[in-house]
Every structure is written in structure tokens, then in C-alpha cells.
């Protein structure tokens, strides 16, 4: 079983940027799709970011596009974030997840083994 832990919130003004973790251990996750969620308060868990088993295939939801990389150590067992020019929207806690195979790509009850997620907070 794989437990994921996410790190490297904060708090930032808008147009900083921070680089969240996600650390897997338990199991390898180099064979999985790995996702990036996030949840504002009393709003639904959204898709951010995936990212693909060799760290090639991307995608992002289009208000990241442009600010925000997802990468890879595969040796490390960890995923990252990178989050540029951070906006008051992006306020949130950010969550890592484990697809499924054959699994959807962008629904968050598609992934599994969620960690506690990391906050997010973008002052304007």
C-alpha cells in the first residue's frame, strides 16, 4: 500500500512561487500516473495537474497553464509542483494522488492513496 505525503505549502504574495512534494513510500509509484488536486474551502476537489510514468506526458487544467510544472523523480519516489506566479485564486490545499489504471485522468475518485495535502495560501 502507498502512503503519499505532500509538503512545501506556505504562504506567498501573489506572483511568488513555491515547489510542493509528494513523497510516496510503502510502494514504488514509478509505474503510476500520479495527479495533483486541490480544495478550497466549501468548493469540491479539482484537478490540477498529471503527469505521466516516465515524467513526458503532461496536462494541465487551463488556469495553471503556463504557471504551473509537474515533475517527477521516479529514483526518489516523489512528485513535484512547480508553482510560478502564484494567484489569490490558487488558494487551496493541494493534494497528490495515485491513478488508477485504465482509470480516468481527471476525476478525483479515479485516484487513490491521498496524503493530508499541503496549504496553499496566495495573498493578494
Known amino acids: 500500500q502507498v502512503q503519499l505525503v505532500e509538503s512545501g505549502g506556505g504562504s506567498v504574495q501573489a506572483g511568488g512561487s513555491l515547489r510542493l512534494s509528494c513523497a510516496a513510500s510503502?510502494?514504488?509509484?514509478?509505474?503510476?500516473?500520479m495527479g495533483w488536486f486541490r480544495q478550497a474551502p466549501a468548493k469540491e476537489r479539482e484537478f490540477v495537474a498529471w503527469i505521466g510514468v516516465r515524467g513526458i506526458m503532461k496536462n494541465y487544467t487551463d488556469s495553471v497553464l503556463g504557471r504551473f510544472t509537474a515533475s517527477r523523480d521516479n529514483a526518489r519516489n516523489t512528485v513535484y509542483l512547480q508553482m510560478n506566479n502564484l494567484k489569490p485564486e490558487d488558494t487551496a490545499v493541494y493534494y497528490c494522488?495515485?491513478?488508477?489504471?485504465?482509470?480516468?485522468?481527471?476525476?478525483?475518485?479515479?485516484?487513490?492513496?491521498w496524503g493530508q495535502g499541503t496549504q496553499v495560501t496566495v495573498s493578494s
Open positions: 510503502g510502494r514504488a509509484v514509478s509505474t503510476s500516473v
Open positions: 494522488g495515485q491513478k488508477r489504471p485504465g482509470a480516468d485522468f481527471y476525476n478525483p475518485r479515479d485516484y487513490d492513496s
